[in-house]
Structures are given as C-alpha cells and as structure tokens.
C-alpha cells in the first residue's frame, strides 16, 4: 500500500488516466457550424444570377472556414492522459487526434504547473515553442511538465496534475531501481 496523493492509503492503478476540457471551445466549434451553413444557405437559396464565378467563391470560402473552424476547435475540446507502467499517451478530441506516445524511459522527471495558460503559448491546442518546448493546451490551469532525457519539455493540461506527477515519478523511481509495481 502507498500513501495516495489526497490522503487514503490505496495501491495505484496500474494505467492512471486524466483529462481537461475546454467548454469554450463548443462555442468556437459552433461558430463553425454557423459558417459551413451560411454556404451551404447560399448554395440552395440563391439565384445565382449575379455571377456563378462570386458566389461559388463566397459558398466555397464558408463551407471551408466552417470546416476549418469546427474541425481545429473539435480536435482540442479536451485531451486525455493516459499513464501506464511503460509510457504516457496524450489523446487529443474525440477521435483522439493528434496523438503522441512518450516512452517513460525518455522522461527524467515531472511537475506541475499551476498555471498553464494558452497565451503563454500562442493558443490553444498543439504548441510548440523554441524557449518553452511542446504543449497541449485545451484551457488554462493545472497540467504537468514532463523534463524529457533529450532535453526538451513537454506540458498537458490536465486536471488533478498533482495525482499524475506523483504517479510518473512513482514509475520513473520503480524503474531506476529496476523493480515494476
């Protein structure tokens, strides 16, 4: 039995998963609905008498902005954290793309960040910064930084980062000591 991070003495798990979620991206998600049928309202309802060549341009340009909009907000509606003996798996949306896979063996260490804020790396969603490293970010808040062996971060948005520290750090000591859980 290991001490539990909030205090109950319980073994761990032996996959830990964790999510965030941003509601305001639903919003985001419906201004993109909104565009794709203003094009496809143009497309049934006009006349087409005022020239095809602008207004195939304006139903094409909106069913694409909408696409573009609902399908890049969907993607980063949430992330999911998955933890198991070997590695860590960032799930991205709800067909869980994109997707990236950090072996523990490539983690030297873990923390957590109180304050991870989409415009301290230019927006939501899949970010990389030269000074900062990569992140997946869905909403501002607690998440994890992992320091990897290559000398590069990464950082998900995740709620109870502080379970999910103690968790990698648990797994990355079991493993420097040779022994599994």
Request: include cysteine; hydrophobic fraction near 45%; proline fraction near 4%.
């Amino acid at each position: 039995m290991r001490d539990h991070p909030h205090g109950v003495n319980a073994p761990h798990p032996d996959v830990w998963t964790g999510r965030a979620t941003n509601r305001v991206q639903w919003l985001l998600a419906l201004v993109g609905a909104a565009c794709m049928a203003l094009g496809i309202e143009l497309a049934v309802d006009s006349a087409w008498t005022s020239g095809i060549a602008p207004l195939a341009m304006a139903v094409v340009g909106c069913i694409a902005a909408g696409l573009l909009v609902l399908f890049g907000t969907l993607a980063f509606v949430h992330v999911a954290l998955k933890v198991d003996e070997e590695s860590l798996e960032v799930r991205c949306g709800h067909m869980g793309l994109p997707r990236r896979r950090i072996l523990l063996s490539h983690v030297a260490d873990a923390e957590v960040d109180h304050d991870v804020t989409p415009r301290h790396w230019g927006g939501w969603g899949y970010r990389w910064r030269p000074e900062k490293g990569t992140a997946v970010v869905v909403r501002r808040g607690e998440g994890i930084v992992l320091s990897l062996w290559d000398g590069h971060t990464f950082t998900i948005t995740v709620d109870d980062a502080e379970a999910a520290v103690q968790i990698i750090r648990d797994r990355l000591r079991s493993r420097s000591h040779g022994g599994t859980h």
